[in-house]
């Protein structure tokens, strides 16, 4: 019955912890979960930086865009983190962020020069399937094959998104004709990351569009090798998620603080194993992480290509999959 | 006017609680409109109308069509389990979408137990990706809702009818067109609404069974404006034209369905002297029970082994979704008895709060916080937003549980009460309660368990100390903790059907 108390007492303000400055990060869901980076983060930069960190969860990286502005300038956030290299030139056009004035050794595979978002983790988009089988290793001959695959919607998921710009990047002008030959290898398109990964691990495909560092959570966590990554020929789209300042901070030394405190190994060795991604320094790696294929070479259009490109790209996308 | 005597409350309570209810979904939606943004729907979205429409009325028809038959047999028998059997059959409605879907894929998915009978015997294998699996999930959710309702009404005709009939020297066609077809004519016009609506604003059943593109949904089409394009003017005339069309259905379903007949029900198996063998509807009720808990099994099979040993903070969720189910009850039960004891009245009350089912949780999620955000920091107000949430979608459903028989008591015992002067007391606990109170314990189970289930708008305000149980399940899959997630999602099943069936057992039994 403990919980039944909680409801009405809902309206009342939180009254702890006024005597410190409060940092809000808005952050994805995901992120701030029992199972995420954002406790162990939490406890990290609070026993640091005398002050209460309040992690707000929005939903995935472009819901929080879409709050954020609908927030404006009120908005009590003082870092947004989440946001991927798919969503970084729409966020920047709000004017609501302000130059992070960070200087970390980055180990994304990409130069990085954005001065207004800084990278914490990234990771390489790939097809994941079950060890042990001949697979394709391009998109052609994957198109070729017989392989059931499950991907997510771009419209709705930014791996979905990923996967389309992946596609635009590596065959240009060649892409409608790649979606359409994809085709008949799609299962079903799913709302998020989530359903499309659940559906792989029920069998329903042989395949589905995840990151080259998902076989390591098979094998760390459930000491289960049974899980691969495909390597392929054209190289792998990049994920690259990054944090910003927001230029109305109340908190402008704290943030900056955080900022700093992101690219450093406190924060940044707790991202493999519960982000199952990259850090985007020079830590080491949990043990399982060089079991992981490593592509040769990246693929990432920068934040102003891909908002170029998304309009065309989804209209591709669509026609090829509705005939 | 004799009503006047036995209203129990004053008109303008229920004048307030409707006024209550359509702000609720009217000023979020006004606030959402009110954001700049490309207001004329695109090419896409005529199309989205066009799927979202045709998988609607399928759904619906075949869901009505099936549980028609299905009721009739279940009201015409009794055997050992029925009680048990009719209470699980409510289960696939009370499910998260996402388990449920699962469920059933390891039954009709690429590699579930129909294609590998299939395989197994030489035979060809069947998809259930497309427009066939869209219907399938619906009929699979809806069809339990309709047998339900449907079944309500069956009991509610009166056994002496039957008897007299009987009598008469009627057959079954003369006993279907006199005695169940009136009942069928009140019933299936607001159960067929009840799931044309829900199935309007299907959005992941839909994308994932319908396997692409082709299967996009009006709600889809708000989720994309909301998030990549940012347009929320558009995003709330997509929401407008979904309840367009449940604002016409609603109408149309109170053109055909006209008042009730009988007198208020019984509850048990109605005796009938028409029965024939038991075969045909032996074998109707085992085919509807193998399809709708043959699914059921596969997440109870799937999540049984990892309920020992979920993370606590599953547990903190369970508490936190019993105590915003109870509280979403506890309010859309006074809302249906403040409307209600107006609406027997004024009948076209209803469709005030039929939005209620229709309205994209998007679009209100996002309408509340477009409104609140300036007032209060999202996050603190998160569960009282689902508990209203939950309550707006939930009140339709309570509503038309309720009305017909609030309606029947006063029309058979009103005038008498009336003349005989007797007291609002007296009429309460001696007239009125007696009368509804199985469909009013009925229809308070069905939202006690619906706002377990529902995942609605907490997403939006995600407060991540007081996530909701649905929350946590996505968010365990969101981790990759998929066999953490059936267990969760098992809990969840069990809490549902089990508030379910302790506030509706009541109104069974006694």
Not at chain 1, 169 to 177: F, I, R, S, T, V
Not at chain 2, 180 to 202: D, H, K, N, Y
Not at chain 2, 216 to 226: N, V, W
Not at chain 2, 247 to 269: I, N, Y
Request: a negative charge; one cysteine or more.
């Amino acid at each position: 019955m403990k919980y039944l108390t909680a409801v009405p007492g809902l309206f009342a303000a939180s009254m702890a912890l006024a005597d410190q400055p409060v940092l809000t990060v808005l952050t994805y869901d995901s992120f701030v979960s029992d199972w995420g980076p954002g406790p162990a983060v939490e406890a990290e930069f609070e026993a640091e930086c005398g002050c209460d960190l309040k992690f707000v969860g929005a939903g995935d990286g472009a819901a929080m865009l879409a709050r954020l502005k609908m927030e404006g300038e009120r908005s009590e956030a003082d870092i947004v983190l989440g946001l991927d290299t798919n969503l970084t030139a729409e966020a920047k056009a709000t004017g609501l962020l302000a130059p992070h004035g960070v200087t970390a050794d980055l180990t994304v595979p990409v130069a990085w020069a954005d001065d207004t978002f800084l990278p914490f983790d990234w990771g390489w988009f790939a097809f994941v399937g079950l060890a042990g089988k001949e697979y394709p290793t391009d998109f052609k001959a994957l198109a070729a094959s017989d392989l059931k695959v499950v991907i997510q919607d771009p419209r709705s998921s930014t791996p979905g998104l990923g996967l389309l710009m992946w596609v635009k990047a590596a065959y240009g002008a060649e892409a409608a004709q790649v979606w359409a030959d994809l085709a008949d290898n799609i299962v079903t398109v799913t709302p998020g990351w989530s359903e499309a990964y659940g559906l792989f691990l029920e069998g329903e495909a042989d395949l589905v569009l995840s990151y080259t560092t998902s076989p390591a959570y098979h094998l760390i966590a459930e000491e289960d090798a049974g899980k691969v990554a495909l390597p392929f020929d054209e190289g792998h789209y990049l994920q690259v998620e990054v944090a910003g300042k927001l230029a109305g901070t109340d908190q402008p030394e704290l943030a900056n603080k955080f900022l700093a405190f992101m690219t450093s190994p406190a924060f940044q060795s707790v991202i493999p194993t519960t982000n199952w991604m990259y850090p985007a320094t020079a830590v080491e790696l949990p043990k399982g992480f060089e079991t992981l294929i490593q592509p040769a070479k990246s693929l990432l259009m920068t934040a102003d290509e891909a908002q170029a490109a998304r309009e065309g790209a989804l209209e591709e996308w669509r026609a090829a999959l509705s005939r | 006017m004799a009503r006047r005597a036995v209203a129990l409350t004053p008109d303008w309570t229920g004048w307030l609680a409707a006024a209550l209810a359509a702000a609720g979904f009217l000023a979020p939606m006004g606030a959402v409109l009110w954001q700049a943004g490309q207001l004329w729907p695109t090419a896409s979205d005529w199309s989205a109308l066009r799927f979202t429409l045709c998988q609607a009325v399928i759904s619906t028809v075949l869901s009505i069509a099936l549980a028609v038959p299905v009721a009739r047999a279940l009201a015409r028998r009794a055997f050992p389990g029925r009680g048990l059997l009719v209470t699980l059959l409510g289960a696939p409605f009370l499910l998260p979408v996402l388990v449920a879907v699962l469920g059933l894929l390891a039954v009709f998915g690429r590699s579930g137990v129909l294609n590998e009978v299939l395989r197994l015997s030489g035979l060809p294998t069947v998809s259930i990706y497309g427009l066939q699996g869209v219907v399938l999930a619906h009929v699979f959710f809806n069809l339990p809702l309709a047998t339900r309702i449907i079944l309500q009404g069956w009991q509610a005709i009166p056994a002496e009818r039957f008897r007299v009939a009987e009598g008469l020297g009627f057959g079954p066609w003369a006993m279907a067109r006199h005695l169940e077809w009136p009942m069928l004519r009140q019933v299936v016009p607001g159960a067929a609404l009840l799931i044309f609506s829900l199935c309007l604003t299907s959005f992941a059943v839909a994308l994932i069974l319908g396997g692409g593109p082709k299967a996009t949904t009006l709600e889809l089409a708000i989720y994309q404006a909301f998030r990549f394009d940012f347009a929320p003017g558009r995003a709330a005339v997509l929401a407008v034209m979904q309840l367009a069309l449940v604002g016409a259905a609603g109408l149309l379903a109170l053109r055909f369905a006209g008042d009730v007949t009988g007198a208020a029900a019984r509850g048990r198996v109605v005796q009938r002297w028409d029965l024939g063998t038991w075969g045909w509807d032996a074998l109707l009720i085992g085919a509807a029970a193998v399809f709708l808990l043959a699914p059921l099994v596969a997440v109870v099979l799937k999540g049984a082994p990892e309920v020992v040993e979920l993370p606590a903070a599953v547990w903190k969720a369970a508490g936190v979704s019993i105590s915003v189910a109870l509280a979403a009850t506890v309010l859309t039960m006074a809302l249906t008895t403040a409307i209600g004891l107006l609406a027997f009245r004024v009948p076209k009350l209803e469709l005030v709060v039929l939005p209620g089912i229709a309205l994209s949780p998007l679009v209100l999620g996002t309408g509340l916080f477009l409104l609140l955000y300036p007032v209060i920091a999202p996050d603190r107000v998160a569960l009282a937003v689902t508990v209203m949430a939950n309550t707006l979608a939930a009140l339709p459903f309570a509503l038309r549980l309720v009305l017909p028989h609030l309606r029947q008591a006063v029309a058979d015992h009103g005038a008498l009460a009336e003349s005989l002067g007797i007291g609002p007391r007296v009429w309460l606990g001696r007239v009125l309660w007696p009368q509804v109170r199985r469909p009013f314990r009925f229809a308070a189970g069905l939202t006690a368990a619906l706002s377990m289930g529902d995942l609605g708008v907490i997403a939006l305000f995600a407060d991540p100390d007081r996530a909701t149980l649905p929350l946590q399940v996505m968010r365990l899959m969101g981790s990759y903790r998929t066999d953490d997630a059936a267990g969760a999602a098992l809990v969840l099943l069990i809490l549902s059907l089990g508030i379910f069936w302790i506030i509706d057992r009541g109104g069974r039994d006694a």
